[in-house]
Each structure stands twice: as structure tokens, then as C-alpha cells.
């Protein structure tokens, strides 16, 4: 965010002496040197109102500089295949969420920024995307219903679709993670994202118990 400050900066920087030498030529009744400043203020005024908008919209996704929690997920059985989950994420945001199923997925959407974007200030950044409950049989999961929920509050502007349709040079890549374990009652699962993606570990005894017993 730093790095779009600044850029922010030098943009209003722009747009204020483009302003000056706008009234300057208007002054001295020079109407192509008017039109041309006008036009410049009036470029920059939009540049800065991109990045705004863009920094605006990277303030949902989280900075990722090492491996870091991203959700606790404490499950309780409420009946076959019937599960309750309170998602807890680090910022003390909480949600509850019912799922079908024998396991749970996650989904995360990385972006990851090229070295030289990086030294100016522009962290790898990731956003949790949905959660969902899937079945361990193939022919289940084809019949059975299915449930998913959003973990985020969505954008005005598409970062992900910008960086895929502008092939923005600064973008080193974009991809989506996800991962999957095993439902169980009273299991806690933390997952966390590094580098390469999600990753899920168990921490408590009956989530333990439910990976070792998975197939």
C-alpha cells in the first residue's frame, strides 16, 4: 500500500501542475496550449482514481511475506454427513457455515507480484475465496447435494479478472490453491497460506484422528 501512496502522490503531483498550467494558457489566451494542459490534468486526474480504486480494492486481499494463518475451522457434527463450522480468521472476523459432506475444501485466490514490483513495496497477496463440503466417492459427490459459501465480501473491481485481461507486466502469476481434509465432530483444522499455496494441518485430537483414518 505504500507503493500505491506513492504513486497516488505523484499523480495528484502531476494533476495539480497540469491544473496550474492550464489557468496559466487560459491566462495568457493561448486556446491549443489550454486544451492540451486541460487534457493532461484531466489524464491524470483519471490515473489517480484508477489507483486509488485499484489500492481500494487490494485492501480485501492479505500480504503474504512467509507462511501465516488464514482460518481456524472448528467442526460439529449435527447429523450424518451434517456438519456446523465456525470459521475464525485473523483479523477476529468470524463466520458459522453448514456443509454437506465427508470433507471440507478451501479456496484461495494468490497474486504474486515480479522482483522489481516486489522491492517497491508490492507483497505477494492471497484471498480466501469459498469454503465447501465434498464427498470421499466419486459417484456421491456426482449425485449427492452440494454446499458452498463465500469467504469474502467480493470487489467493486476485479483485481484478478484486471491482472488476467490487462496482462499487467508487474504480475508475476496468479492461481488459485486449495485443500481438503476430512469432516469430523469436535475436529479444529487450521489452515495457513505460504509461498506455494494453502496448507492444512489438524490441531486437536479428533482432527488428528480423522486424517489418520482417512482414505
Not at 493561448?30 to 482514481?49: D, E, K, Q, Y
Amino acid at each position: 500500500m505504500t507503493a500505491l501512496v506513492v504513486a497516488i502522490g505523484v499523480v495528484a503531483l502531476l494533476a495539480l501542475g497540469t491544473l496550474g498550467a492550464t489557468f496559466q494558457c487560459a491566462r495568457r489566451r493561448r486556446p491549443v496550449l489550454t486544451t492540451i494542459a486541460s487534457l493532461g490534468f484531466l489524464v491524470a486526474v483519471l490515473a489517480a482514481l484508477a489507483i486509488a480504486l485499484v489500492g481500494t480494492s487490494l485492501l480485501s486481499w492479505t500480504r503474504l511475506t512467509h507462511e501465516a494463518p488464514a482460518a481456524t475451522l472448528d467442526f460439529h457434527a449435527q447429523a450424518p454427513r451434517a456438519f456446523d463450522v465456525d470459521v475464525a480468521f485473523p483479523d477476529g472476523r468470524r463466520e458459522r457455515f453448514v456443509l454437506d459432506g465427508d470433507e471440507w475444501q478451501v479456496d484461495a485466490r494468490i497474486l504474486k507480484w515480479r522482483p522489481f514490483a516486489t522491492l517497491i513495496g508490492f507483497d505477494t497477496v492471497y484471498r480466501l475465496e469459498r469454503i465447501a463440503g465434498r464427498y470421499a466417492d466419486i459417484d456421491t459427490e456426482r449425485s449427492a447435494a452440494h454446499t458452498v459459501w463465500r469467504l469474502n465480501a467480493g470487489d467493486r473491481l476485479d483485481v484478478w479478472s484486471l491482472a488476467r485481461a490487462a496482462n499487467l507486466p508487474w504480475v508475476d502469476a496468479r492461481y488459485g490453491s486449495a485443500v481438503y481434509l476430512p469432516m469430523a465432530d469436535r475436529a479444529q483444522f487450521e489452515v495457513s497460506v505460504g509461498p506455494s499455496g494453502l496448507v492444512a494441518r489438524p490441531r486437536n485430537d479428533a482432527a488428528r484422528a480423522a486424517v489418520a483414518g482417512w482414505h
